[in-house]
């Protein structure tokens, strides 16, 4: 079983930045991601990272970077150029496959999500 805990967000101006954390705790984490869901929409997948592969939302490309620190088997998220539209739950999975997937149900392993609010 894996635990992650998000931490590192809270409310920043537009055009600003965040870096969000993920800590797991087991190294049963081959893919991991980020995915988001603001209030009344679905939860979309933000980025992706496999081995040394990522994968970006076309929203976020160029302005958001993961990135894994696999001696601390921490994830993270660096957000800059914020904007309004990326207000949501920010939330961190997991997943054994080494395979890149911005598709929320193939991943088993979820934190509890951490608030990113742009204004």
């Known amino acids: 079983h894996v635990q992650l805990v998000e931490s590192g967000g809270g409310s920043v101006q537009a055009g600003g930045s965040l870096r969000l954390s993920c800590a797991a705790s087991?190294?049963?984490?081959?893919?991991m991601a980020w995915f988001r869901q603001a209030p009344g929409k679905e939860r979309e997948g933000v980025a992706s990272?496999?081995?040394?592969?990522?994968k970006y939302a076309d929203s976020v490309k160029g302005r958001f970077t993961i990135s894994k620190d696999n001696a601390k088997n921490t994830l993270y998220l660096q957000m800059n150029s914020l904007k309004p539209e990326d207000t949501a739950m920010y939330y961190c999975?997991?997943?054994?496959?080494?395979?890149?997937?911005?598709?929320?149900?193939?991943?088993?392993?979820w934190g509890r999500g951490t608030q990113v609010t742009v204004s």
């Open positions: 999975a997991a997943r054994g496959v080494a395979q890149l997937s911005l598709i929320e149900n193939e991943y088993p392993y």
């Open positions: 087991a190294y049963y984490t081959n893919s």
């Open positions: 990272i496999a081995a040394y592969t990522r």
